[in-house]
Each structure stands twice: as C-alpha cells, then as structure tokens.
C-alpha cells in the first residue's frame, strides 16, 4: 500500500463522492468496499474518475496527465528520481524516461551546479543563446 497526504481540497471533493457500493458505514474507502478484488477497485476508481473529469470539463483529461503532472512538479521542487518512482510505483528508469523533462527549476538546479565547477557569467549566456 502507498500512502501519500493530500490537499484538503483533494480531501473535501473524495468526501462529496458517494459511499461505494457494499462497503461498510465507516469505510473510509472512496472507490469500493473491503473486500472488492483488483479488478473491481480499478474499474470503480476509473468509473469514478471518468465522471469526476466530464464534470470538470478540463479538455483531455486522465488519469495519466496529471500523474505526469505530479511527477513534473516534484522534479522541479528537487525531489529525486528515486523518492518519485516510490510514490508514482514505478521504477527509477520509467521516472528519467518519462517525467525528468526541462522546468524552469531544473534549469535554474543546473546552472547553479555548473558554477560550482565553472565561473559562468549568466547573462552572456542568455545574450548568446538569443544570437542563435
């Protein structure tokens, strides 16, 4: 099991859902009962989902975008590849494959490694890269 703290805005809109079918009265479960199968919590979770991102009218929306999201973000707050594979459940090879793309933080983390080696001087850099 992966436990990740949400937002209280996260936690407010998984409260408006509705008490999944056959769970328990106290069930802090959102998407099925105690003793759904694999299969049964994934299509449920998808189900809800489906109805969660036709409601928010947010153009392309899945699950996967906002996944690549979270991992895009952690990266640019400097979390490392490893820590991001853990949360995501993927492997550190799929987090560098697929999410370790360009941010202005990462950006800004290379620079800032490369003068520790190098005196670069930051803005005859910009005014050659406008050049190009």
Not at 3 to 29: F, G, N, Q, T, Y
Not at 98 to 105: G, L, N, V
Request: charged share 25%; with cysteine.
């Amino acid at each position: 099991m992966i436990r990740v703290e949400l937002d209280a805005s996260v936690i407010r809109a998984l409260e408006a859902l509705p008490h999944p079918k056959a769970a328990a009265a106290d069930s802090r479960l959102y998407f099925s009962s105690e003793n759904a199968s694999l299969r049964s919590l994934v299509k449920g979770a998808q189900r809800t989902m489906a109805a969660v991102f036709k409601l928010s009218k947010v153009k392309g929306a899945h699950c996967h975008r906002f996944r690549h999201s979270l991992a895009s973000e952690l990266l640019g707050k400097g979390v490392g590849i490893e820590e991001i594979a853990r949360i995501l459940g993927d492997t550190d090879a799929t987090v560098r494959r697929h999410y370790a793309k360009w941010t202005p933080e990462l950006q800004s983390r290379q620079d800032a490694a490369i003068r520790k080696i190098h005196v670069t001087d930051l803005t005859q850099a910009q005014e050659q890269a406008h050049k190009c």
